[in-house]
């Protein structure tokens, strides 16, 4: 059966006090409303469409590659209201299943639990039963227990405000219907709102089946008003990620202590220290050890590579058993094959360090490709920018370059040659040659030190 998915996002959210859309703000480094398209678009055979209003430019640019059906509701009236929008573009068959931008965490196991419930004659509504519901719209049941209305929390009844049982805002209709019941709506309530929930009691009218899923926790139908309910959310979400990645294999030295904001693959035996961040997409393979404080995004790490401490990684490819860090960075367009070594305060970018190769100490490495077992000393520096252009450096395999070098790109330095400490390389060194380019050293006897005036 066809599924037509809204998902609803006009609203205010006044209560973040925001220059930003509520909905572009992230929950583990993604926008919350990209979270519910990626979830939305993991389900077979359905098509989507996003309601935006308040700040609805932002939300539309942001959301292009989704290419969801972008439905215009200025001056938003009630979630029956955008549903109303919506409705000249669902599908006359099928049914509709409403979700909201700021509900993040829902996942698609629920919402397919709902569509196997679904047909012409039924309505699904995803229900929670909360030790606190207030501020939700109550489950209001009949003798026989089945589901007769939803009634908001500003229109309810004492009694009905003691029912514990509340609705996510999530449902499924069946299109054929669903149409007739929004034309129906009024907005004759507390807050003079079209309500989406009055088509519950239109359904019961009518003799549709009513029928209630639950989701398998509260995490995945909070919604988030304001910044504390977000940083509580981003918390459940890392907690949640930390025992999945335990479970996939990987050992976290402190699980409360690790952020994903994407996507972080890892092998078995990864060991990851405390306070770590993972950005983009990262992939660790197995045996990967990362120490504590290290700052990973977009990069995949080949097996049993080291990352010590204090070490920053961006859009770079690491080979296995590398050994990096501590205070290493390596900048976008890093690629390290094979067993080669960053050291303490070295810096890379735009590098490929070949197998084995080592830079130990106190460099920089830009624009260049390195061959294999070249030993960098420390303090060796890359002098890639003339003040307008970038340039190349070129060095062979079995290279040795000595302490405190200065590498004026462009230039080559050709298998086996060996730099002196201290020097300025502006020119090509052959092969296997020894060069030296630095002032010679003058000593003189007895030198007469100055004495004071
Ligand atoms: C709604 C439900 C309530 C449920 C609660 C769950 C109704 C009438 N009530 O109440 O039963 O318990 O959610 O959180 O549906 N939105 C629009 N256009 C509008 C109004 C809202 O797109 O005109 C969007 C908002 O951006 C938000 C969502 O719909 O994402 C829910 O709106 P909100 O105003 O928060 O509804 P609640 O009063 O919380
Ligand atoms: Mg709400």
């Given at each position: 059966?066809?599924?037509?998915?809204?998902?609803?996002?006009?609203?205010?959210?006044?209560?973040?006090?925001?220059?930003f859309?509520?909905?572009?703000?992230?929950?583990?480094?993604?926008?919350?409303?990209?979270?519910?398209?990626?979830?939305?678009?993991t389900?077979?055979?359905?098509?989507?469409?996003?309601?935006?209003?308040?700040?609805?430019?932002?939300?539309?640019?942001?959301?292009?590659?989704?290419?969801?059906?972008?439905?215009?509701?200025?001056?938003?009236?009630?979630?029956?209201?955008?549903?109303?929008?919506?409705?000249?573009?669902?599908?006359?068959?099928?049914?509709?299943?409403?979700?909201?931008?700021?509900?993040?965490?829902?996942?698609?196991?629920?919402?397919?639990?709902?569509?196997?419930?679904?047909?012409?004659?039924?309505?699904?509504?995803?229900?929670?039963?909360?030790?606190?519901?207030?501020?939700?719209?109550?489950?209001?049941?009949?003798?026989?227990?089945?589901?007769?209305?939803?009634?908001?929390?500003?229109?309810?009844?004492?009694?009905?405000?003691?029912?514990?049982?509340?609705?996510?805002?999530?449902?499924?209709?069946?299109?054929?219907?669903?149409?007739?019941?929004?034309?129906?709506?009024?907005?004759?309530?507390?807050?003079?709102?079209?309500y989406?929930?009055?088509?519950?009691?239109?359904?019961?009218?009518?003799?549709?089946?009513?029928?209630?899923?639950?989701?398998?926790?509260?995490?995945?139908?909070?919604?988030?008003?304001?910044?504390?309910?977000?940083?509580?959310?981003?918390?459940?979400?890392?907690s949640?990620?930390?025992?999945?990645?335990?479970?996939?294999?990987?050992?976290l030295?402190?699980?409360?202590?690790?952020?994903?904001r994407?996507e972080?693959?890892?092998?078995?035996?990864?060991?990851?220290?405390?306070?770590?961040?993972?950005?983009?997409?990262?992939?660790?393979?197995?045996?990967?050890?990362?120490?504590?404080?290290?700052?990973?995004?977009?990069?995949?790490?080949?097996?049993?590579?080291?990352?010590?401490?204090?070490?920053?990684?961006?859009?770079?490819?690491?080979?296995?058993?590398?050994?990096?860090?501590?205070?290493?960075?390596?900048?976008?367009?890093?690629q390290?094959?094979?067993?080669?070594?960053?050291?303490?305060?070295?810096?890379?970018?735009?590098?490929?360090?070949?197998?084995?190769?080592?830079?130990?100490?106190?460099?920089?490495?830009?624009?260049?490709?390195?061959?294999?077992?070249?030993?960098?000393?420390?303090?060796?520096?890359?002098?890639?920018?003339?003040?307008?252009?970038?340039?190349?450096?070129?060095?062979?395999?079995?290279?040795?370059?000595?302490?405190?070098?200065?590498?004026?790109?462009?230039?080559?330095?050709?298998?086996?040659?060996?730099?002196?400490?201290?020097?300025?390389?502006?020119?090509?060194?052959g092969?296997?040659?020894l060069?030296?380019?630095?002032?010679?050293?003058?000593?003189?006897?007895?030198?007469?030190?100055?004495?004071?005036?």
């Amino acid at each position: 059966m066809t599924q037509d998915i809204v998902i609803l996002a006009a609203g205010k959210g006044s209560r973040m006090k925001s220059a930003f859309s509520k909905v572009l703000h992230k929950v583990g480094g993604i926008a919350m409303v990209r979270r519910v398209l990626t979830t939305a678009s993991t389900l077979a055979d359905s098509k989507l469409h996003l309601v935006v209003g308040h700040q609805g430019e932002q939300v539309e640019a942001n959301c292009q590659d989704f290419s969801a059906n972008i439905v215009w509701q200025n001056d938003p009236q009630g979630t029956g209201d955008a549903l109303r929008r919506v409705a000249p573009f669902l599908q006359a068959d099928g049914a509709t299943l409403t979700l909201y931008g700021d509900v993040p965490l829902i996942r698609a196991y629920t919402l397919e639990k709902m569509t196997a419930l679904s047909n012409a004659n039924t309505l699904v509504l995803l229900t929670i039963s909360l030790d606190n519901p207030t501020g939700y719209g109550r489950i209001v049941r009949n003798e026989q227990g089945k589901v007769t209305a939803i009634v908001e929390q500003k229109d309810a009844l004492e009694s009905q405000l003691a029912i514990k049982e509340v609705n996510t805002g999530i449902l499924l209709a069946p299109n054929a219907r669903l149409q007739g019941w929004l034309a129906a709506l009024t907005n004759n309530n507390a807050q003079g709102e079209y309500y989406l929930t009055d088509v519950i009691a239109m359904a019961a009218r009518d003799g549709v089946d009513i029928v209630t899923v639950n989701p398998e926790n509260e995490a995945e139908v909070a919604g988030v008003n304001d910044r504390v309910q977000l940083a509580a959310l981003e918390r459940e979400l890392q907690s949640q990620q930390a025992i999945s990645l335990m479970q996939n294999g990987a050992t976290l030295l402190d699980p409360s202590r690790i952020d994903v904001r994407g996507e972080l693959v890892t092998g078995n035996d990864v060991i990851i220290d405390v306070n770590c961040v993972f950005e983009g997409k990262v992939v660790l393979g197995s045996g990967v050890e990362v120490g504590p404080n290290c700052y990973l995004k977009n990069c995949i790490v080949g097996d049993n590579t080291i990352i010590k401490s204090n070490t920053l990684i961006e859009d770079s490819l690491v080979g296995e058993s590398c050994d990096i860090g501590p205070f290493a960075r390596l900048r976008p367009g890093t690629q390290l094959a094979n067993k080669a070594k960053i050291g303490n305060f070295v810096e890379t970018k735009k590098a490929i360090i070949g197998e084995g190769s080592k830079v130990n100490h106190l460099s920089y490495i830009g624009d260049t490709e390195m061959g294999a077992n070249v030993n960098v000393g420390a303090g060796t520096i890359t002098c890639n920018y003339d003040g307008v252009n970038k340039h190349k450096t070129q060095v062979a395999n079995n290279v040795f370059i000595g302490s405190n070098t200065s590498l004026v790109a462009p230039v080559q330095v050709a298998e086996g040659a060996t730099i002196a400490a201290g020097s300025t390389i502006t020119k090509q060194v052959g092969e296997k040659q020894l060069a030296f380019a630095r002032a010679r050293q003058t000593n003189k006897d007895n030198w007469p030190r100055p004495t004071k005036k």
